[in-house]
Nanobody
Framework: QVQLVESGGGLVQAGGSLRLSCAASGSIFSINSMGWYRQAPGNLRELVADITSSGSTNYADFVKGRFTISRDNAKNVVYLQMNSLKPEDTAVYYC????????????????WGQGTQVTVSS
């Protein structure tokens, strides 16, 4: 019913930048929150940043001042601008749409994208 497709991952040198995008499509009426999570090998998936439909943002401490999340509500797209990347930012980055109201008016807790690899070389 709903698909999330991420793009923008890749290989970058430390100190560089990448911009991730995630587009949600399908039978969507509204999305409460959209966000980015990441998971490095051997680690649990962790929140990077999220943003509500009203524009309120939340960042993990380890990305404050370096990453910026933004959202286009009309297009159901969320972005993550990542600057000053560090090798420890290397992970698979997943997009999440939370509190999704479908056109049937059903409310689904969340949907996840398939993930995009971000690799930062030292």
């Amino acid at each position: 019913q709903v698909q999330l497709v991420e793009s923008g991952g890749g290989l970058v040198q430390a100190g560089g930048s990448l911009r991730l995008s995630c587009a949600a499509s399908g039978s969507i009426f509204s999305i409460n929150s959209m966000g980015w999570y990441r998971q490095a090998p051997g680690n649990l998936r962790e929140l990077v940043a999220d943003i509500t439909s009203s524009g309120s943002t939340n960042y993990a401490d380890f990305v404050k001042g370096r990453f910026t999340i933004s959202r286009d509500n009309a297009k159901n797209v969320v972005y993550l601008q990542m600057n000053s990347l560090k090798p420890e930012d290397t992970a698979v980055y997943y997009c999440r749409a939370g509190g999704v109201r479908l056109t049937t008016r059903a409310l689904v807790p969340d949907y996840w994208g398939q993930g995009t690899q971000v690799t930062v070389s030292s």
